[in-house]
């Protein structure tokens, strides 16, 4: 079974410039999770998509941050304009459901630096 | 707010060692705990999952703990291997704030380092 893909695996931008990270769940997951990683940190949700629809975008930065998952299966996250505290490890994960018995995936993630 | 701390941050030990990871949150209301393994440059992979209503959960020579009372967890490893040489990261899963989703919440880790 393939596991999460996840693309760029690392990126390196300007403060101001635009980014987009592209994910590919497990086949047949409906759920999908955007995580961000701060170096030293624990991954925080950014946002939580079930099929194409959104279920938790509560910490996602939307002055910024957006992100799509159309036709329920490929997502991508895009950042507009970037700042230097984005600069971390963006992960994308999957599960069949979102249920509390439903193991999530991971993807390798992308690591972004923000110069 | 649900604040998962993880202790020490970072461990170094010989091989061969037994060892404990400390994993503490602050709301016990949880419907279950995870302990996930992250090597440098790649994802999370899950080691063990413990439902609110177990103890422990043992996978080979890893087994962890669950006091959901006291909001404690361990991750004891058995006969260390620098294999072993990763951040091992608690995470507690338990419901949003609209009582309509599960979410998952992550400790800062636990850089764990044997040498041969």
């Known amino acids: 079974e393939a596991g999460v893909a996840q693309s760029p695996r690392y990126k390196i931008i300007e403060k101001r410039q635009s980014v987009a990270f592209w994910c590919n769940p497990i086949s047949g997951h409906a759920t999908l999770y955007w995580y961000q990683q701060i170096l030293g940190q624990g991954p925080k949700l950014l946002i939580q998509f079930q099929n194409n629809g959104v279920v938790d975008d509560s910490q996602l930065p939307k002055d910024r941050f957006s992100a799509e998952r159309l036709k329920g299966v490929d997502s991508t996250l895009k950042i507009q304009p970037a700042k230097l505290e984005d600069s971390a490890v963006y992960l994308c994960?999957?599960?069949?459901?979102?249920?509390?018995?439903?193991?999530?995936?991971f993807g390798p993630g992308t690591r972004l630096t923000v110069l | 707010k649900q604040e998962v701390t993880q202790i020490p941050a970072a461990l170094s030990v010989p091989e061969g060692e037994n060892l404990v990871l400390n994993c503490s949150f602050t709301d016990s209301a949880i419907y279950n705990l995870q302990w996930f393994r992250q090597d440098p440059g790649k994802g999370l992979t899950s080691l063990l999952l413990i439902q609110s209503s177990q103890r422990e959960q043992t996978s080979g020579r890893l087994n962890a703990s669950l006091d959901k009372s006291s909001g404690r967890s361990t991750l004891y490893i058995a006969a260390s291997q620098p294999g072993d040489s990763a951040t091992y990261l608690c995470?507690?899963?338990?419901?949003?704030?609209?009582?309509?989703?599960?979410?998952?919440?992550f400790g800062k880790g636990t850089l764990l380092t044997v040498n041969p």
């Open positions: 994960a999957s599960s069949l459901a979102r249920g509390t018995y439903n193991e999530q995936f």
């Open positions: 995470a507690v899963r338990r419901k949003n704030s609209g009582g309509s989703n599960y979410k998952l919440t």
